[in-house]
Every structure is written in structure tokens, then in C-alpha cells.
């Protein structure tokens, strides 16, 4: 495994494009992983199947001038800011690691229980520690590679959490709580001394390292930055990726599954679906938006929809959730 230097850029733009170059671009198959920690400015990082106006504050967005990009694994939105460190393991998809996260943070929570953080996974892909959140991961596959990522709350500002997000009253029930602050922790509130981001990082890196004295760092060329900038320029930094446009709907449709969140909304005419759209924060491998081109010009009654999506294996794009689950949500 080598590390790769990120070369201390904070713009959430160019460290998510940089882990998209990583994942297409470098060699996955002599290097079995590679390890990419990085620290954004002030931002809320979307899930790629999520509606953005709906998941961010945009008044408190704006005034207080936060990043808003989408990234390109599923789950939900996240906060980032100077306060939290990022990591992103990046691999060969070999067919059993999607949607196993204990694999990928099981080296972050050893490293965490070495210090004295009771942390444990919880849930579908959240670090906890004494019922508090600290981490949340998600994981994106793609042509045999993948990346499983998560952020790691050292000292971030929980105020801008709770101010600069808007959490869907059925996450909040679903884990039985009142607000999201009260399921929130920073790990520095667990150590015995604080410690800054880049201390975090490097006693990280000692442990998953077995304190070895030579860290294996890749560092990106010149052309490397290039094709990085491109990336982000072409989609971290474009509107239409990061906001996109919601179309109007007549029919809106949402469950809490074990998968993960769900929201279909349709505009329907004449009995005629014209137009779908699909958000959420489950965790597939496959694009929705397949499933949305069907769906249009389809009948909205139940035996029309199977036949429509009959070809489909849903658990590809949703994850684990039983077909009649899903038709009943539809209908």
C-alpha cells in the first residue's frame, strides 16, 4: 500500500477530482491500495444519488460561503471542514469488498481503540464511539476499481453540522434520536490531550504502518495535476454536478430501508409516467439513472412497472433491498 500526497490542498474540488484520477488513472493492479487522506475548507459533500437543494441550507450555505460538491459514491451528505480528516482507501473491486465497510475501517477503529477512542462501526457505515457519530463512510466501484472513503470528526464545528444541513425527519427516527447534534462527537473529545489534524494523520499512519520508519508515499506529477484539474473543472466545479435540476413531479414516493434512503418522484400524465427521478443515499454499483430512462413512457400501474424493470437486478443499484420492497414503495 502506498500513500498518496495530496500535497496539503484543502479545496474540496481538487481532492475529490484527485481521488477520481487516482481510481481511473493509476495502476491498481501491481499496487494493491492506495491510501489518500485529505482536508477540505468549510464544505457539505453530497451523495451522487442525493437532491441537493433539499439536503443543504442554502441561506446558511451561502452566507457563510461553504463548498457544496457532489461526489460520486452514494450514502448521504456530508459536513467537512478544517477540523475533519478524510481518508479513501482505493483498490481492485474484487467482487465481495462493495458494501463491506468493516473491511476498509476496521484498520481506522484499531487505530482509534490504540488511542484510547472507544470506536466501533455501527450501523451500515458509521464510526461511533459511546453512541456518538464520528465517522460516516461511503464507497463508489467502477471498471474492477473501487474507493471506500469516510471522514474522521477530530474537531469539527458541530454548530455548522447542524445549521448547514437538513437531515429528513425519517433518518432522524430511524436511529431514535431528537437532533442530529445529540448523535454527533469529535474524537479529540476522547483523547487525553488534542491533537491537530496533521498529528492525527501521522500517528494514522504509524499504526496502520506498524510504525514502520519508511511510509511508501506516491507523489503525483506535473501531468498527474493536469489531468487532476481537468476533472475537477469538468465536474467538481460545474453546477449542473454538483445542483443539477429537478424536474417537476406529481407523484412523490419515499421509505427508510435497511439499504438506505429512497425517493422516487414522478410526473405522471394520462396515466404515463413522462419523467422520473430517483435520489437517495443507498449504495449501488450500477447508475439509477438507467432505471429512470425506463421508467419514462411507462404505464403507472403495477403490472406495467414490473414488466418495465423485470430485466433489472435492483440489488445492483440499491444494495441489499427485496424486489417487492421496492414495488411497493413505486406503487
Known sequence: MRVIDNEGITDPRINLALEEFALYHMDLDKEDTYLLFYVNEPSIIIGKNQNTIEEINVDYVNEHGIHVVRRLSGGGAVYHDLGNLNFSFLTKDDGD???????????????????????????????QADGRKISGNAQFSSKGRMYSHGTLMLDSRTENIVSALNVKDEKIKSKGIKSIKSRVGNIND?????????????????????????????????????????ISNK???????????????DIHRSHKFDAGLIDIRFNVKKGVIQSCKIYG????????????????????????LREALAPFNLQEYFGPIEDEDFFSLLY
Do not use: C
Not at 283 to 295: K, M, N, Q, S
Open 281 to 304: 443515499d443507498f449504495f449501488g454499483t450500477a447508475e439509477v439513472a438507467d432505471i429512470e430512462r425506463t421508467l419514462a413512457g411507462t404505464k403507472y400501474e403495477m403490472a406495467a
Open 235 to 249: 465536474r467538481y466545479s460545474n453546477w449542473d454536478w454538483n445542483y443539477g435540476k429537478s424536474p417537476a413531479f
Open 190 to 230: 476522547y483523547l487525553e490531550e488534542p491533537l491537530s489534524v496533521e498529528e492525527f494523520k501521522n500517528l494514522l499512519l504509524r499504526y496502520i504502518f506498524q510504525d514502520s520508519t519508511e511510509i511508501p508515499f506516491y507523489t503525483l506529477s506535473s501531468e498527474d495535476w493536469e489531468e487532476v484539474h481537468r
Open 97 to 127: 469488498s462493495f458494501h463491506n465497510f468493516k473491511k476498509f475501517t476496521q484498520p481506522v477503529v484499531d487505530a482509534l481503540n490504540s488511542m484510547g477512542v472507544p470506536a466501533e462501526l455501527s450501523g451500515r457505515n458509521d464510526l
